[in-house]
């Protein structure tokens, strides 16, 4: 039996203004986003935006509904817009942040499988990595290379 281990590295950062100053336009577009989220029945707040090769920035929030599966997340959301406004362009940067009307956040948020599932399609698209920035008020900023690595043996359409 062999054993095999999968890891990454990441870049850590405390403050938005240690970010290169596209990182902090598209941060702050997140944070909007996220004002604008319609979330009541979970208070939980996301919002992330989209920087395109092509200089587009799209943004929007998770939409919620009082049939629970109907919600849809925020990176949805922008994944949905990005393809149906801008087929063609391909993906830069992701930048999602959430905040919670009952509970404090210690870590940023990180996407929900299906999220991951979406970018990585996207990914695959586009043939190149997705850079990914992670944040919440008050905790540390994860940034991180590709989606690939928080989705290991990810699912592709290379088998059918
Ligand atoms: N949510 C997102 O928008 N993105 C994620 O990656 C995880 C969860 C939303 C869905 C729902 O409106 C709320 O957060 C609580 O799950």
Redesign the pocket.
């Known amino acids: 039996m062999k054993k095999k281990t999968v890891s990454f590295d990441y870049e850590v950062v405390d403050t938005i203004e240690q970010l290169a100053e596209s990182d902090q336009s598209l941060v702050q577009a997140a944070r909007n986003a996220m004002q604008k989220?319609y979330?009541p029945?979970?208070n939980?707040?996301?919002g992330?935006a989209a920087l395109l090769h092509n200089g587009e920035v799209i943004s929007g929030?998770?939409?919620?509904n009082a049939a629970y599966p109907m919600?849809?997340?925020?990176?949805?959301v922008i994944l949905s817009s990005v393809e149906s406004n801008y087929p063609r362009a391909s993906i830069q940067t992701i930048a999602?942040t959430?905040k919670s009307n009952s509970v404090k956040l210690m870590e940023p948020?990180?996407?929900?499988g299906?999220?991951r599932q979406m970018i990585c399609e996207k990914e695959n698209r586009q043939q190149a990595p997705i850079r990914i920035i992670l944040f919440a008020e008050d905790t540390e900023i994860y940034i991180l290379n590709t989606i690939k690595d928080i989705l290991p043996f990810s699912f592709d359409g290379s088998v059918l």
Do not use: D
């Open positions: 989220a979330a029945y979970s939980f707040l996301v992330a929030g998770n939409m919620e919600c849809i997340c925020a990176e949805g999602i959430a948020p990180s996407p929900c299906s999220c």
